[in-house]
């Protein structure tokens, strides 16, 4: 294959847009159920309408993220990234696809945690601690915003738990009941991208990767960047650019769904790709209680279709999975 015909089929890949099922929470009839099924195991990517966030809670969280990140950089480093992964991380910090990737995401953000009470006896957990926020004096609101957000992101996901249990022929309640989200690992993440992608020089808004948890709900600012690669041993790799629906949310399985589904269920591979617009996301990451035990569900397996992932605890595989993420970085610091 000579050059020219690389560079046409590299291009072609990447322009094409995803159409994807969109599930109506408000009307959950057997067909949406069905349609649900089929875009979980098409790609695990679908949209959510009559999700229940107003306009308001949705532009204030958009508004007040966009508000931090325009701080000096000196202000936002005092709410910098403490060991419970909670706060700022710098443009570059990450690095997910180190193979891909010469320069760290151009991206910078900010980590929001779930927060159990004091009395809890697990309330000093790795993924419990209470999360730093900026000074009210300096961004007045600003928390009570992010909780607004957190608390309603928290809401949609636990309505599609319910019809993701349905799909997997479990009881509607599996997912959302007190063992499995009664104090789930969940974190809001505020996202501000900059700059120019070029994967043909390794340069990203992030790069290629999986969600680990349960499910993610995106919202973003309508600028264009969001990827997705159904079949990631492709040759060349064909990436859809998931377009912003007005009103609508994107959710994406994670790595965990695949496992309990023990398959089925697919948690696709995304990137974000840059074109030199400043853009603004917020994903709701959500992943059940820190004990919690992902392994395959009873009604996914049979003697003829055993297990393919090993059990694991919840908190066991998001360390491992930061500390992946973590330590490509400073591999990739040490090489440059
Ligand atoms: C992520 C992610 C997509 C986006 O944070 O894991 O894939 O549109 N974000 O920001
Ligand atoms: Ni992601």
Same mark, same amino acid.
């Given at each position: ?200 020089? !390794? ?21 264009? !960047? ?111």
């Amino acid at each position: 294959m000579n050059e020219m015909e690389t560079k046409t089929q590299v291009e072609d890949s990447i322009i094409q847009e995803s159409l994807l099922t969109c599930i109506d929470l408000a009307n959950s009839d057997h067909q949406s159920e069905s349609f649900l099924f089929q875009a979980c195991l098409d790609s695990g990517f679908f949209y959510v309408i009559n999700h229940g966030i107003s306009e308001e809670v949705m532009d204030k969280a958009f508004e007040q993220s966009k508000n931090f990140f325009a701080l000096p950089l000196e202000e936002k480093m005092k709410v910098l990234k403490n060991e419970k992964h909670r706060g700022y991380t710098p443009f570059y910090d990450q690095i997910p696809d180190p193979e891909n990737q010469v320069q760290g995401d151009h991206k910078e953000g900010y980590y929001i945690g779930s927060e159990v009470p004091r009395d809890d006896p697990q309330w000093d957990y790795p993924f419990y601690g209470p999360n730093p926020w900026p000074d009210p004096d300096v961004l007045p609101g600003w928390r009570e915003t992010m909780e607004k957000y957190h608390q309603e992101a928290l809401r949609v996901c636990k309505a599609i738990a319910k019809l993701l249990a349905l799909a997997l022929d479990m009881d509607a309640d599996y997912f959302d009941s007190p063992e499995m989200l009664g104090k789930p690992i969940s974190t809001l993440r505020l996202l501000h991208y900059e700059g120019k992608s070029d994967p043909s020089k !390794g340069i990203y808004g992030t790069g290629a990767h999986s969600d680990y948890g349960m499910m993610t709900l995106i919202a973003t600012d309508g600028v264009l !960047g969001l990827q997705i690669c159904k079949d990631r041993n492709a040759k060349p790799q064909k990436w859809e650019y998931v377009p912003s629906i007005e009103g609508a949310l994107v959710v994406n399985l994670g790595d965990m769904m695949q496992c309990w589904s023990n398959g089925l269920f697919r948690s696709t591979m995304h990137r974000v790709i840059l074109n030199d617009q400043n853009r603004y996301s917020i994903p709701f990451f959500l992943e059940p209680n820190h004990d919690c035990i992902i392994e395959c569900l009873p009604t996914c397996q049979s003697e003829s279709n055993l297990p393919k992932y090993p059990a694991i605890k919840c908190s066991t595989y998001i360390t491992q999975r930061y500390e992946e993420v973590h330590a490509n970085f400073r591999s990739y610091q040490k090489h440059a």
